[in-house]
C-alpha cells in the first residue's frame, strides 16, 4: 500500500480517534451486559431491556460531527 493518505496527520489522527472511540464503545457495551448478567443475575432478555438505548447517543455525535471542522480549524490538526 503507498502511504499516500496516511501521510496526511489530520487523516492519521481521525483514523486514531476513530479506532479508539469504536474500539471503547464495544467494550463499554460488552462489559455491561456481561455484569448484568453475571453479578446481577439477569437473564440475556432482561440485560437487553436494562441497558440504556443507545440511539438517543446519536444527537450528541452529530453535534460533534458538524462542530469538528471549526475545532480542526482553530487546532490545525
Request: net charge positive.
Amino acid at each position: 500500500m503507498a502511504p499516500g493518505p496516511l501521510v496526511n496527520r489530520g487523516y492519521t489522527c481521525g483514523i486514531v480517534v476513530a479506532l479508539v472511540f469504536f474500539a471503547s464503545f464495544t467494550g463499554l457495551v460488552l462489559v455491561l451486559s456481561l455484569f448484568l448478567q453475571g453479578p446481577l443475575g439477569l437473564s440475556p432478555q432482561g440485560a437487553g431491556y436494562a441497558s440504556p438505548p443507545w440511539p438517543p447517543v446519536r444527537p450528541s455525535m452529530t453535534k460533534r460531527r458538524a462542530t469538528g471542522p471549526s475545532v480542526t480549524r482553530r487546532f490545525g490538526l
